[in-house]
């Protein structure tokens, strides 16, 4: 027996490539990124959800709504599924982080750098990884949907595939796409990565 995990990355954003958002309130989707929430909810009515939860932020509840009310479900918000704190990096554009060394540490050693006041990527891959075990646990034959964020499921892809954190790079995870994860008692694989369903 085996628990199903669709893990979602949140549609798109008009800040998306520009702006290190993180944990910002009132960062909402934009026009493509609530037709990217519709052809998600399309793609995923028919596939037998058991639950859906998401990431409390504004961007991933409104990407989970329309999925959830497909399915006839609730989207319960969940704290492990929420976006890396980046502390002070928080909100600053990507311009102005290319020239602090502390940035170019960062996305060159996840597995040892560190955000300044916030999360490390281990801290993230904790609580993601923890979060699938107690689910898998308590819905053991389950087909959940997880919308978080693209770091935060890199992070859950690489710990199911004991690599380094430092390998994030090798992974794309695009904005509403669904990354398939199995998880059992026997340990869990990934079967499906980075899958697109619209523009």
Same mark, same amino acid.
């Given at each position: 027996m085996a628990a199903t995990f669709l893990l979602i990355r949140h549609a798109e954003h008009e800040l998306l490539g520009r702006v290190l958002t993180g944990r910002m309130p009132g960062v909402a989707l934009g026009e493509r990124g609530r037709r990217q929430a519709g052809l998600l909810a399309s793609r995923l009515a028919a596939s037998g959800l058991t639950a859906v939860?998401? #990431?409390?932020?504004?961007?991933?509840?409104?990407? @989970?709504?329309?999925?959830?009310?497909a399915s006839g479900l609730n989207c319960d918000p969940a704290e492990a599924l929420t976006e890396i704190d980046f502390g002070a990096w928080t909100g600053k554009s990507f311009t102005e982080l290319t020239a602090d060394p502390r940035w170019r540490a960062w996305n060159a050693e996840r597995g040892r750098a560190v955000t300044?006041?916030?999360? #490390?990527?281990?801290?993230?891959?904790?609580?993601?990884?923890?979060? $699938?075990?107690?689910? #898998?646990?308590?819905?053991?034959?389950?087909?959940?949907?997880?919308?978080?964020? &693209?770091?935060?499921?890199?992070? @859950?892809? $690489? &710990?199911?595939?004991?690599?380094?954190?430092?390998?994030?790079?090798?992974?794309?995870?695009?904005?509403? #796409?669904?990354?398939? $994860?199995?998880?059992?008692?026997? &340990?869990?694989?990934?079967? &499906?990565l980075n899958e697109r369903v619209g523009p």
């Amino acid at each position: 027996m085996a628990a199903t995990f669709l893990l979602i990355r949140h549609a798109e954003h008009e800040l998306l490539g520009r702006v290190l958002t993180g944990r910002m309130p009132g960062v909402a989707l934009g026009e493509r990124g609530r037709r990217q929430a519709g052809l998600l909810a399309s793609r995923l009515a028919a596939s037998g959800l058991t639950a859906v939860q998401s #990431s409390p932020l504004e961007r991933a509840m409104q990407t @989970a709504a329309p999925i959830a009310a497909a399915s006839g479900l609730n989207c319960d918000p969940a704290e492990a599924l929420t976006e890396i704190d980046f502390g002070a990096w928080t909100g600053k554009s990507f311009t102005e982080l290319t020239a602090d060394p502390r940035w170019r540490a960062w996305n060159a050693e996840r597995g040892r750098a560190v955000t300044p006041g916030g999360e #490390s990527m281990l801290q993230v891959q904790s609580r993601i990884l923890g979060h $699938l075990k107690a689910m #898998s646990t308590a819905e053991p034959a389950g087909r959940i949907a997880l919308v978080s964020h &693209g770091d935060v499921i890199k992070a @859950a892809v $690489l &710990g199911i595939m004991g690599a380094s954190l430092d390998a994030f790079a090798a992974i794309e995870i695009e904005p509403a #796409s669904i990354t398939t $994860l199995v998880l059992g008692d026997w &340990g869990g694989k990934v079967v &499906g990565l980075n899958e697109r369903v619209g523009p």
